[in-house]
T-cell receptor, first 114, second 109 residues
Framework: DSGVTQTPKHLITATGQRVTLRCSPRSGDLSVYWYQQSLDQGLQFLIHYYNGEERAKGNILERFSAQQFPDLHSELNLSSLELGDSALYFC?????????????FGPGTRLTVL | DAKTTQPNSMESNEEEPVHLPCNHSTISGTDYIHWYRQLPSQGPEYVIHGLTSNVNNRMASLAIAEDRKSSTLILHRATLRDAAVYYCILKTSYDKVIFGPGTSLSVIP
């Protein structure tokens, strides 16, 4: 158990809908990262938040957004869903910013768009 | 952005050493090299990381080329529990994370 929790574990929805994925980092960790894992694209970095502020964006679509709240939990919002958005979404946390710190991954949320 | 390349798959016999290579020829001077592994149906887990010098921990060793354009993850004695996908990752100074395609390691009893 990494100490990172993600809810829900599974989500099934229809095209055009909007969903929110939630991540609670390990106690005390200030950084939260979101990743998408699909069969054809592998693991892709989406976005990084540190202590409530957006720090870096990766391959995140404009239909997707995220935020980190004062209690440090984070939410990833996916809107106007398409079939291709079906994937595993992971969040990870680390103590601080920077390359020196290891990340702890949650168990993931499996999103299925029908 | 920098990029990493890895072999798609590798095989090892149990209790033999395994060397998993990664090329990152466009790495910048401040990018850290991380390795994570992902067991089936789980999130990735940290293995090791380094910047310039070789690193050892209880799980593995990381050998970084002098020009930093490649690195090798070394598992000293592969066990069946080491069968996983191993990712070579760059963590940049501007907080981006660049994943490699991953190497699927099979361990033969």
């Amino acid at each position: 158990d990494s100490g990172v929790t993600q809810t829900p574990k599974h989500l099934i929805t229809a095209t055009g809908q909007r969903v929110t994925l939630r991540c609670s980092p390990r106690s005390g960790d200030l950084s939260v990262y979101w990743y998408q894992q699909s069969l054809d694209q592998g693991l892709q970095f989406l976005i990084h938040y540190y202590n409530g502020e957006e720090r870096a964006k990766g391959n995140i679509l404009e239909r997707f957004s995220a935020q980190q709240f004062p209690d440090l939990h984070s939410e990833l919002n996916l809107s106007s869903l398409e079939l291709g958005d079906s994937a595993l979404y992971f969040c990870a946390s680390s103590a601080q910013r920077g390359g020196i710190h290891e990340q702890f991954f949650g168990p993931g949320t499996r999103l299925t768009v029908l | 952005d920098a990029k990493t390349t890895q072999p798609n798959s590798m095989e090892s016999n149990e209790e033999e050493p395994v060397h998993l290579p990664c090329n990152h020829s466009t790495i910048s001077g401040t990018d850290y090299i991380h390795w994570y592994r992902q067991l089936p149906s789980q999130g990735p887990e940290y293995v090791i990381h380094g910047l310039t010098s070789n690193v050892n921990n209880r799980m593995a060793s990381l050998a970084i080329a002098e020009d930093r354009k490649s690195s090798t993850l070394i598992l000293h004695r592969a066990t069946l529990r080491d069968a996983a996908v191993y990712y070579c990752i760059l963590k940049t100074s501007y907080d981006k994370v660049i994943f490699g395609p991953g190497t699927s390691l099979s361990v033969i009893p």
